[in-house]
């Protein structure tokens, strides 16, 4: 359920920006309380927020009734056959279909292009260039990280859902290298059909990792049969590479898929020395799946775990709007001129999720760079179908 106070705001003509900035909240959390009902989980915010809300209602020209039944429940109208008003609610759970179709892939149809003055798609083909990533304060400190652990041997775990923007930051990383001349060597092993166990596909197995290694540093060097032969190869080069200026990465991404047994034995090649200085830096790249590989609670790979920074991919919420407005800005149009005011607040409304079966404080945000793009040219190509101006709310919510 939605709160009446959807409609005293339309009433008073409020923007929920400026909800949000009069109670030095989030965008998303004012959000989620008009269109879902869901309030923060601290009492003592909650009880401020509502303060400050009943404040800005009263200074707005609200009456009495009005400020009475804000806070109160109001299902979202739908119509039956007969053309009557059916409640509904706006908050339901998350299903496979629902986020198979937030996830697939959509195309801007050339009467959307025509329609909006779009030369190309924004999210088609468009990272070029540094310039064409958005960054925002999480992937700043994200980027950091990484550059940090590729030039002073550090340990980083990035994770973030599909579609979030870990392989965009891991290329951007391996570009920021290559343009700033920076003296680091990456070290990428194959992860093409690996998993977990051999029952599924294939195990990758700290072997792997040195012949990535060995390759990487010496092309043409014949890989040694004996592992500790090849544990000495891959020291000597490793010495090699660092005494001829470098620093050396070893990125794995899918890390999700990595078993524990070769998580342990990264541990050896971590504490591959040249006198004090650490001679390899590891970058895992991976899903949420990979928190319960790295939990601190597991006996058998804690050790290493407590040497993991870890960096998690946010949604991108109170950001969405830089984030949309940069896209477009990349293609040559100004964002206000395609989405209405009220557009950014519903598509965040609308990639909130409840688990199936879940309650309301488990509701939890999709606004992912992926399954936001997927949505916009959905929606862009929907208002082109009706010949609207800009994307709005209702254009959003019908999507």
């Given at each position: 359920?939605?709160?009446?106070?959807?409609?005293?705001?339309?009433?008073?003509?409020?923007?929920?920006?400026?909800?949000?900035?009069?109670?030095?909240?989030?965008?998303?959390?004012?959000?989620?309380?008009?269109?879902?009902?869901?309030?923060?989980?601290?009492?003592?915010?909650?009880?401020e927020?509502?303060q400050?809300?009943?404040?800005?209602?009263?200074?707005?020209?609200?009456?009495?009734?009005?400020?009475?039944?804000?806070?109160?429940?109001?299902?979202?109208?739908?119509?039956?056959?007969?053309?009557?008003?059916?409640?509904?609610?706006?908050?339901t759970?998350?299903?496979?279909?629902?986020?198979?179709?937030?996830?697939?892939?959509?195309?801007?149809?050339?009467e959307?292009?025509?329609?909006?003055?779009?030369?190309?798609?924004?999210?088609?083909?468009?990272?070029?260039?540094?310039?064409?990533?958005?960054a925002?304060?999480?992937?700043?400190?994200?980027?950091?990280?990484?550059?940090?652990?590729?030039?002073n041997q550090?340990?980083?775990?990035?994770?973030?859902?599909?579609?979030?923007?870990?392989?965009?930051?891991?290329?951007?990383?391996?570009?920021?290298?290559?343009?700033?001349?920076?003296?680091?060597?990456?070290?990428?092993?194959?992860?093409?059909?690996?998993?977990?166990?051999?029952?599924?596909?294939?195990?990758?197995?700290?072997?792997?990792?040195?012949?990535?290694i060995?390759?990487?540093?010496?092309?043409?060097?014949?890989?040694?049969?004996?592992?500790?032969?090849?544990?000495?190869?891959?020291?000597?080069?490793?010495?090699?590479?660092?005494?001829?200026?470098?620093?050396?990465?070893?990125?794995?991404?899918?890390?999700?898929?990595?078993?524990?047994?070769?998580?342990?034995?990264?541990?050896?090649?971590?504490?591959?020395?040249?006198?004090?200085?650490?001679?390899?830096?590891?970058?895992?790249?991976?899903?949420?799946?990979?928190?319960?590989?790295?939990?601190?609670?597991?006996?058998?790979?804690?050790?290493?775990?407590?040497?993991?920074?870890?960096?998690?991919?946010?949604?991108?919420?109170?950001?969405?709007?830089?984030?949309?407005?940069?896209?477009?800005?990349?293609?040559?149009?100004?964002?206000?001129?395609?989405?209405a005011?009220?557009?950014?607040?519903?598509?965040?409304?609308?990639?909130?999720?409840?688990?199936?079966?879940?309650?309301?404080?488990?509701?939890?945000?999709?606004?992912?760079?992926?399954?936001?793009?997927?949505?916009?040219?959905?929606?862009?190509?929907?208002?082109?179908?009706?010949?609207?101006?800009?994307?709005?709310?209702?254009?959003?919510?019908?999507?």
């Open positions: 359920m939605r709160l009446n106070l959807k409609r005293v705001l339309a009433r008073l003509s409020v923007p929920q920006k400026d909800v949000a900035e009069r109670c030095e909240v989030s965008s998303a959390l004012i959000a989620q309380l008009v269109n879902h009902g869901i309030w923060p989980r601290n009492d003592s915010l909650r009880v927020l509502h400050r809300i009943t404040a800005l209602l009263k200074e707005a020209g609200a009456d009495g009734e009005m400020i009475a039944t804000a806070f109160e429940e109001w299902p979202l109208p739908r119509s039956n056959a007969e053309g009557a008003d059916v409640p509904t609610s706006t908050a759970p998350e299903t496979d279909e629902d986020e198979h179709m937030l996830l697939r892939n959509e195309t801007l149809t050339h959307a292009r025509e329609h909006f003055g779009l030369v190309r798609s924004p999210f088609i083909d468009d990272i070029a260039t540094l310039a064409d990533v958005f925002c304060p999480s992937t700043r400190r994200a980027r950091a990280a990484l550059m940090d652990a590729a030039l550090g340990f980083v775990a990035l994770v973030g859902e599909s579609g979030s923007g870990k392989t965009t930051l891991r290329e951007e990383l391996e570009e920021r290298i290559r343009l700033e001349g920076k003296p680091v060597i990456v070290i990428k092993p194959y992860v093409m059909e690996m998993e977990s166990s051999d029952a599924r596909g294939n195990v990758m197995k700290s072997g792997q990792i040195a012949e990535a060995i390759h990487t540093l010496d092309p043409g060097a014949t890989v040694r049969a004996s592992t500790q032969a090849r544990a000495r190869q891959v020291h000597a080069l490793l010495t090699s590479s660092q005494q001829a200026g470098y620093s050396n990465l070893l990125i794995v991404e899918e890390a999700h898929r990595m078993p524990k047994s070769t998580l342990r034995h990264l541990k050896s090649f971590m504490e591959m020395k040249h006198g004090l200085r650490r001679l390899l830096g590891v970058v895992l790249i991976g899903q949420p799946e990979l928190d319960m590989t790295l939990s601190d609670k597991l006996a058998d790979v804690r050790e290493i775990v407590q040497r993991c920074e870890r960096r998690e991919m946010l949604p991108l919420d109170d950001d969405l709007q830089p984030y949309l407005a940069h896209k477009f800005a990349r293609v040559g149009v100004k964002l206000a001129d395609l989405f005011d009220d557009a950014c607040d519903a598509i965040r409304a609308r990639l909130v999720r409840i688990p199936r079966g879940g309650s309301r404080a488990e509701a939890h945000s999709i606004c992912y760079p992926l399954v936001v793009n997927n949505l916009v040219v959905r929606a862009l190509n929907a208002a082109a179908a009706v010949q609207f101006p800009r994307v709005d709310a209702q254009v959003i919510r019908g999507c």
